[in-house]
C-alpha cells in the first residue's frame, strides 16, 4: 500500500464519533497492516497538536500486526516508549484513555503502576480503560488492588470490566477478593452481578450456591449463569446436550448442605 493509501485510512479514523464502526474499521486495517510507515505515522500522530489524532495514533499502536496467532506487537518497545510518554504528559480524557488501553494491549507489566496511577480519574471513560488495562495483568498484585478498588466505581460499565478482570481473567484468590465479588452479586447492573458469580464459581465458594440454582430456575438463563454452574461443578466447559434443569440437579447432588 502506498503512502497516499496509508494517509486516507488515517484521515478516516477521524471520521464520525469515536465509537463509531468505519473510523475503527480504518484503525483495525492500519494495525493489520503494521509496518513501519503506519507506525511512523501513528507516532507522529500521538504527538500531534489534535487530541482526537492523538487518541487514534494510540489506537494504531496499540495492536500492530498482533493477531490471535501472534501475542507480540510490531514495534512494541517503541510504541510502550511513546505510550508511556504520552500517558505522563496527557491533559486530555481521549488520547489519555486511549493510550492507557494501548498499554494494556501491548502486554507489559512495567506498565502497571503507571496505569493505576489514574484509577481515581474524574473520566468515567479514563477510569474504564484504566480497568481494562489492568484487567490486561489481572494477576499483577497492584493489578488486582486497583480492580478490587474500581469495583465500587459509580459507572456502571467501570464496574463491568473491573468485576470481570478481577473474578474471570484473574486467577489470584483471597478472602478479600472473595468478599468484593460476594458484595458484587448485589450490583444493580446485571452484567456486574454475573461476572461476579462467574468469578466466585471459578474459587469454588460454596456461598453462591443457593442464588446459582434460584438463577437456573429462571425462564431465560445467561451464558455467564450457565459459565457459573459448569464451573462450580469443576467442568471446563458446556456439558454437551445439557440445559439449565441439568446443572441444576447436578449441583443439588454436589452441594446438598448448601441448599437451604
Request: aromatic share 6%; with cysteine.
Amino acid at each position: 500500500m502506498n503512502p497516499e493509501d496509508i494517509n486516507e485510512l488515517f484521515l478516516r479514523t477521524l471520521s464520525g464519533n469515536y465509537e463509531d464502526d468505519a473510523p475503527w474499521d480504518a484503525v483495525a486495517a492500519l494495525r493489520r497492516m503494521g509496518t513501519r510507515e503506519v507506525f511512523d505515522q501513528a507516532a507522529a500522530w500521538c504527538q500531534s497538536d489534535v487530541p482526537l489524532k492523538r487518541a487514534r495514533g494510540a489506537d494504531v499502536l496499540a495492536q500492530l500486526r498482533k493477531a490471535p496467532d501472534c501475542k507480540v506487537n510490531a514495534f512494541s518497545e517503541e510504541s510502550y516508549a511513546l505510550l508511556t510518554e504520552l500517558v505522563q504528559e496527557e491533559s486530555h480524557p481521549r488520547p489519555l484513555a486511549s493510550a492507557i488501553a494501548a498499554l494494556g494491549h501491548l502486554d507489559n507489566p512495567s506498565a502497571v503502576p503507571m496505569i493505576a496511577n489514574f484509577h481515581a480519574h474524574p473520566n468515567a471513560e479514563v477510569r474504564y480503560d484504566v480497568a481494562f488495562a489492568l484487567g490486561c495483568f489481572p494477576d499483577e498484585p497492584r493489578s488486582v488492588q486497583v480492580l478490587v478498588r474500581l469495583m465500587r466505581d459509580a459507572d456502571e460499565d467501570v464496574r463491568d470490566w473491573a468485576t470481570f478482570g478481577v473474578g474471570v481473567l484473574g486467577n489470584s484468590d483471597s478472602t478479600e477478593i472473595r468478599e468484593a465479588l460476594f458484595v458484587a452479586l448485589a450490583d444493580a447492573d446485571e452484567d456486574v452481578s454475573e461476572e461476579a458469580l462467574v468469578g466466585l464459581a471459578k474459587r469454588k465458594d460454596r456461598r453462591i450456591v443457593p442464588m446459582l440454582l434460584a438463577e437456573l430456575e429462571k425462564q431465560e438463563v445467561g451464558v455467564r449463569v450457565i459459565e457459573a454452574a459448569y464451573l462450580m461443578l469443576d467442568m471446563q466447559r458446556e456439558h454437551e446436550g445439557w440445559n439449565a434443569p441439568d446443572y441444576a440437579g447436578a449441583l443439588r447432588d454436589r452441594f446438598p448442605h448448601e441448599i437451604t
